[in-house]
């Protein structure tokens, strides 16, 4: 499950400081801008078709990235789940069945307050 954070700035350092590779991404109001906002932040490749399955797929993936583990940090989520609350759960379900896949470069997802 995403892990909750207070601080986004916070969690980027710390995350660096334990030799992470940091992605930041948010605030998006939609399933689709977090969808492309996700697919941005982790340069997903161009194959990449924008729908829950497909952000699965590079999630377990990320071989275009370097090996090690990788932290997704989403600043703002609040207003997707506000706006779409729906989209919401949808986007954190694949998020955390991603994280729990065993791969290569794992993947860690925080949602930050701010």
């Not at 207070?6 to 969690?11: G, I, Q, T, V």
């Not at 941005?40 to 071989?63: E, I, K, M, Q």
């Not at 998020?95 to 729990?100: F, I, P, R, S, T």
Request: with cysteine; net charge negative; proline share 5%.
């Amino acid at each position: 499950m995403p892990r909750h954070v207070p601080d986004a700035s916070l969690a980027l350092a710390q995350a660096r400081s334990q030799g992470a590779i940091a992605h930041l991404v948010g605030p998006v109001t939609s399933k689709v801008e977090a969808l492309e906002a996700i697919g941005t932040a982790l340069n997903f490749p161009s194959w990449y078709g924008r729908n829950l399955d497909a952000l699965y797929d590079c999630l377990v993936d990320l071989s275009w990235q370097p090996a090690g583990e990788h932290v997704l940090i989403w600043t703002g989520y609040q207003e997707l789940q506000a706006a779409d609350p729906d989209g919401y759960r949808a986007v954190v379900a694949v998020l955390d069945d991603a994280a729990a896949a065993n791969s290569e470069r794992s993947l860690s997802v925080l949602l930050a307050e701010s």
